[in-house]
């Protein structure tokens, strides 16, 4: 196994580059930026082996790895974290996700939330028009009216 790393090491970097980029996109939805550093490092040693800027040897390419990495990192930090936070919307501000409908997929009562899964992420579904001791049954139809990160404000259909 280590003699076909040995003489591997370019498709080496690059996939672990992708595998890396794969699992910060897919199941921490761009949430921590790290996994995308460390891609793009691997992804950039693997380019730099290809293109015999850098030789094939463990040494050269880990040290590559990690000083591209920490490079990344140090780049794109900041204009990644302004972007992924920004300023909350004000209140009644637009969003494509207004009017979206969706069926109950169980009971929602008041003060609570029902999980559903829209677009590939998990979004709870919250009212804030329910009474005490008011509920909207399973397979009630509901539109969004409003959105926060990662809640849909839903009412019943006017």
């Avoid at 380019?47 to 990192?73: K, N, Q, T």
């Avoid at 300023?87 to 996700?97: A, C, I, L, R, V």
Wanted: with cysteine; glycine share 14%; charged share 15%.
């Amino acid at each position: 196994m280590f003699a076909f790393l040995q003489s591997h090491q370019v498709e080496f970097w690059i996939a672990l580059g992708a595998l890396a980029l794969i699992i910060e996109l897919t199941v921490l939805g761009a949430g921590s930026f790290v996994l995308l550093f460390i891609g793009l490092g691997a992804l950039a040693t693997g380019a730099m082996m290809a293109g015999g800027i850098l030789p094939e040897l463990w040494v050269a390419g880990a040290g590559a790895f990690g000083g591209l990495s920490c490079f990344f990192g140090v780049a794109l930090w900041r204009p990644l974290r302004r972007f992924s936070e920004g300023e909350k919307p004000p209140p009644g501000q637009s969003s494509d996700f207004l009017g979206l409908r969706f069926k109950l997929p169980e009971p929602l009562v008041a003060g609570g939330s029902v999980s559903i899964r829209y677009s590939g992420v998990s979004w709870e579904l919250v009212s804030l028009d329910l009474k005490e001791n008011e509920s909207l049954d399973q397979g009630c139809e509901v539109i969004v009216v409003g959105v926060e990160p990662g809640r849909f404000m839903v009412a019943l259909e006017p």
